[in-house]
């Protein structure tokens, strides 16, 4: 069994009629899960709601500042609002930004205990948001708070975070760059936002490896890119878990940027993972054409099925 680790409660962030980060996002992704040919297969697990795990705002402040979490909290509770000009809080912004990060955790323990991938169908996503500001669709940084979380269980001494997301994941980067335990990957298109994400960046570990891809990269570049330079970052570091940053917006069909892949390809990068380490946790980033978004899932999720061992 393939765990999904989803609540319908991810769509009630709200974040108006025109944002492409928008609930049908994963409403795309749940029906065409459910319409594979393995269906039968997925175990879709509901995350564990935050008042059955208090170490949840515990975790979420090892990252970001009461202050910050509160200014989210008090946005949602006055109705909502925006923290940037593109990242809306809505009335239930926060209770659900917070099920996100339970939902990362989850995903976290569900690896761990079974030593097999797992995938965190949630929003809203969290790669650009900075410790103490939110930025670009992002609110808390999942991803860097589910890796200190795994650097917390036993025997796990080393994360990496692999982001295939478009965008490179500033606010990732700028949160575990110090961390010589937390090793940060990033494909994204150089010059797209938020624009950061110099590939001379290293981290103060060498734990960085920053990957700008040119517009109209096609997957071509991108097998280049994890054979000569991911791959061997990744195997250098030797983690205990990898949690990728599984955006989807590198699609050529998506409207966000300008990279020429296609949903399938997102399978072989899920092979290369699998070749690393079968403890992965795929957590949602972006990703913003619906069909493109919900066949690049299905490939990502086929890829680690087939592989089972
Ligand atoms: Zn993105």
Request: with cysteine; net charge negative; glycine share 8%.
């Amino acid at each position: 069994m393939f765990p999904i680790i989803y609540s319908e409660f991810f769509m009630l962030h709200e974040t108006g009629r025109l944002h492409p980060e928008r609930p049908e996002r994963l409403s795309a992704i749940v029906e065409a899960l459910k319409a594979s040919a393995w269906a039968d297969r997925l175990d879709w697990q509901a995350p564990t709601p935050v008042e059955k795990r208090p170490v949840v705002m515990a975790q979420i402040e090892q990252i970001h500042p009461q202050s910050y979490i509160q200014e989210i909290q008090q946005l949602a509770a006055r109705g909502g609002g925006h923290v940037d000009p593109d990242t809306p809080v809505s009335r239930l912004s926060y209770d659900v930004a917070l099920l996100a990060v339970s939902a990362w955790l989850d995903g976290v323990d569900r690896v761990l205990a079974t030593g097999t991938p797992a995938f965190v169908l949630a929003r809203p996503p969290g790669h650009h948001a900075l410790s103490s500001r939110g930025m670009g669709f992002c609110l808390f940084s999942n991803a860097a708070i589910a890796a200190h979380y795994a650097l917390e269980q036993p025997g796990i001494e080393r994360v990496a975070i692999l982001d295939w997301d478009v965008h490179h994941g500033n606010g990732t980067q700028a949160i575990v760059e110090n961390n010589p335990q937390i090793a940060y990957c990033s494909l994204h298109q150089w010059g797209a936002y938020p624009r950061t994400g110099a590939g001379s960046e290293r981290g103060a570990h060498n734990n960085v490896l920053n990957i700008p891809m040119l517009a109209g990269s096609e997957v071509a570049h991108y097998r280049q890119a994890f054979e000569k330079e991911v791959m061997p970052f990744l195997q250098n570091f030797q983690p205990d878990i990898l949690i990728v940053s599984a955006g989807y917006d590198a699609n050529a069909a998506d409207p966000l940027a300008g990279i020429e892949l296609q949903p399938e390809d997102f399978g072989l990068f899920t092979d290369y993972c699998l070749t690393l380490t079968r403890r992965i946790v795929f957590g949602l980033e972006g990703g913003y054409d619906l069909k493109a978004l919900a066949k690049s899932v299905v490939a990502t999720v086929e890829r680690c099925l087939l592989q089972k061992s």
